[in-house]
């Protein structure tokens, strides 16, 4: 059989398949439906400050081979978390990573300070797809000083590695890989979703609430396949790809492209039990491919 375990900054992952931020709670909901002791690991939904209540429905859109959400970022506050959750996730033997978010440098440091002081978590993912409230709006994730300004303020925080999540709506992925290592990453993932617009001709209405929403599934694979080797190729920190995986082979691609993890997110609206299945099938396709270990794969695109 194909050797599965990676390693990401660190973290030892049983195999490379992460269940995505956002599309699988906090985890504990999705135990009596997926052995969660069998998973690379679990990205919990994005953590804030305070709670969240979210955006006005509908929060969901089905596309062709995707769809658009604009959830709003719902969430019950990292203190609820580490009350409530993080006790029940500690019972599994699965890496853990905390998603935060914020609207200011502060707040995303108040997340991380509170987390850092309970165990049972294997690191941090922040999500910079954010508006920074106290700079005029200006995205975290689309100027590179922006970024490197938050990304060095939680890394001196942190107690934990930092995995910092990019975003698909820039021009050039490659500045901000760059400034998010130099600020002191230890991994980056991409891609989060991209900016995007349904429309219901016969009210001329958005069909989401809030208007815009976030496309992701497999329509937006190819582009994220692209944005995955082009910043892989930028940084020598890991990288976790993600973006429309839903078979063992769309993964293998990921990890041909630079990504030494994947994460699987929309398809688990489909099938609560993919990111499993998804690494069991990439097992079988390497093993069909005769590749002895998974890492082998890894920057392999001739290109
Ligand atoms: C309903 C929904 C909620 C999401 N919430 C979050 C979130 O809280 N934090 C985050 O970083 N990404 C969030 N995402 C983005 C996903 O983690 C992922 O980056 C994106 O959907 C692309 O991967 P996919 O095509 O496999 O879904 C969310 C996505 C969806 C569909």
């Known amino acids: 059989m194909t050797r599965?375990?990676?390693e990401i900054c660190g973290i030892a992952l049983r195999n490379p398949v992460i269940a995505a931020s956002g599309t699988f709670g906090y985890g504990v909901e999705f135990e009596k439906l997926v052995d969660?002791?069998?998973?690379?690991?679990?990205?919990?939904?994005?953590?804030?400050?305070?709670?969240?209540?979210?955006?006005?429905?509908?929060r969901l859109w089905e596309t062709h081979a995707g769809m658009i959400n604009s959830v709003g970022l719902q969430n019950i506050g990292v203190r609820a978390f580490v009350a409530e959750k993080l006790p029940l996730l500690r019972r599994y033997r699965t890496a853990v990573f905390a998603n935060?978010?914020?609207?200011?440098?502060e707040d995303y440091v108040e997340v991380v300070r509170v987390l850092n002081d309970h165990p049972g978590l294997a690191g941090y993912e922040l999500n910079v797809s954010c508006p920074n409230t106290r700079r005029?709006?200006?995205?975290?994730?689309?100027?590179?000083?922006?970024?490197?300004?938050?990304?060095?303020?939680?890394?001196?925080?942190?107690?934990?590695?930092?995995?910092?999540?990019?975003?698909?709506?820039?021009?050039?992925?490659?500045?901000?890989a760059q400034a998010a290592e130099s600020a002191g990453a230890d991994a980056l993932s991409l891609v989060n979703t991209f900016v995007s617009l349904a429309i219901d001709a016969r009210t001329r209405r958005p069909r989401i609430g809030?208007?815009?929403?976030?496309?992701?599934?497999?329509?937006?694979?190819?582009?994220?396949?692209r944005l995955v080797y082009q910043a892989a190729k930028a940084v020598k920190i890991p990288v976790i790809g993600l973006g429309g995986i839903a078979s063992g082979e769309d993964a293998a691609e990921f990890?041909?492209?630079?990504?030494?993890?994947v994460e699987v997110g929309t398809a688990t609206f489909w099938d609560p039990a993919a990111p499993l299945k998804i690494a069991e099938e990439l097992g079988r396709f390497l093993q069909l491919c005769e590749v002895e270990d998974v890492r082998e794969i890894v920057g392999t695109l001739k290109f």
Request: with cysteine; charged share 15%; aromatic share 4%.
């Open 255 to 261: 990890l041909i492209a630079g990504a030494r993890a």
């Open 4 to 6: 599965l375990p990676v």
């Open 136 to 176: 005029g709006g200006i995205f975290f994730s689309s100027d590179p000083g922006c970024l490197a300004g938050l990304v060095e303020a939680v890394r001196t925080v942190a107690r934990r590695p930092v995995i910092v999540k990019l975003s698909p709506n820039v021009a050039a992925i490659e500045p901000l």
């Open 100 to 105: 935060v978010f914020g609207h200011s440098v």
């Open 210 to 225: 809030a208007g815009f929403g976030g496309l992701s599934g497999p329509a937006i694979k190819p582009i994220a396949l």
């Open 36 to 58: 969660l002791n069998r998973l690379g690991g679990i990205v919990v939904k994005g953590l804030s400050r305070e709670p969240i209540e979210g955006n006005p429905p509908p």
